[in-house]
């Protein structure tokens, strides 16, 4: 993400490109990874419902945990 935030000290930047240059799984993986971010983003950060029962939200949180 830094790389794509532009946030990367110039001599990490220069590094990345050179790789990205020479490596075009990193390429498609880059792509990949920006479209879902894009994707994420213009998803909204809706909320969820007042009326969700307590037990779900738990159990929810405890299968990600397992995972």
Request: glycine residues 2%.
């Amino acid at each position: 993400m830094s790389y794509l935030d532009h946030e990367l000290p110039p001599e990490q930047r220069l590094e990345f490109d050179r790789h990205m240059a020479v490596c075009p799984s990193c390429v498609d993986y880059l792509k990949t990874y920006e479209k879902t971010v894009r994707l994420a983003a213009s998803s909204g950060n809706d909320p969820s419902p007042d009326d969700v029962p307590e037990s779900l939200i738990e159990a929810i949180l405890m299968a990600r945990t397992k995972a």
